[in-house]
């Protein structure tokens, strides 16, 4: 799933972050639903993620099995490719469903060559 955003230009690179604090998506094991938060940071390099964009793309995990982990780190592989930031790190928490809670941070710092 690949991040269709609208982006707009960015005035100057400093540290944007959004978060989602409704976040949901599909157990790979079990199928019910693991609910949570994600909050991304990122320096920008020329383009911003539009925010309404950011939560269409969110949504379209409500149907998706994955685990904690892999979604971290889809997200910001997904940034990178949709704006080419300087940094991003990416947050998801899931919260607590047998007694235990999980939250995976991914981070990119993409290398671009001259």
């Known amino acids: 799933m690949a991040l269709r ?3 707009f230009p960015s005035p100057d690179p400093q540290v944007v972050t959004l978060s989602e604090v409704e976040f949901t998506s599909l157990c790979p ?3 019910q639903p693991d609910f949570g938060s994600v909050a991304i940071e990122y320096t920008p390099d020329g383009r911003r ?9 969110l949504w379209s995990f409500r149907d998706v099995g994955a ?4 979604i971290a780190a889809q ?3 997904d940034i990178v490719y949709a704006i080419a930031p300087k940094h991003v790190r990416v947050r998801v928490s899931q919260n607590a469903r047998g007694g235990i809670a ?3 941070i991914a981070e990119r710092t993409p290398v671009i060559s001259p």
């Open 49 to 57: 993620l539009e925010p309404r964009s950011w939560e269409k793309y």
């Open 102 to 104: 999980i939250t995976s």
């Open 67 to 70: 685990f904690c982990e892999s």
């Open 75 to 77: 997200i910001a592989d």
């Open 29 to 31: 094991k079990t199928g």
């Open 5 to 7: 955003t609208d982006a």
